[in-house]
């Protein structure tokens, strides 16, 4: 199964509102992450740094969850975050 085509005109991206609206909404998520780990010194795994293209391939038959190759790129954010975490003694 493909998953590039699912928009309107084979466009590989949703527009207007709904894409505002998301792209809100994520940010303000991503915000609140980032302030709540500052807060306690913890890192936070840039998952988009690592999650790029190409993506054939990267998306699982329901053309929304990770693929094993996806949650590869996944990974690599998470080991990056915890690789940059400073070892705390007891």
Request: charged content about 15%.
């Amino acid at each position: 199964m493909s998953c590039v085509n699912l928009f309107p005109g084979g466009k590989h991206s949703v527009s207007g509102a709904l894409t505002r609206d998301v792209l809100r909404y994520v940010m303000r998520i991503n915000r609140t992450i980032h302030q709540a780990a500052a807060a306690r010194g913890l890192p936070v795994a840039e998952v988009s740094a690592h999650f790029t293209p190409p993506w054939p391939g990267k998306f699982a038959s329901d053309c929304f969850h990770p693929s094993r190759a996806g949650y590869r790129d996944w990974s690599r954010a998470l080991l990056a975050a915890v690789a940059s975490t400073p070892v705390r003694s007891a």
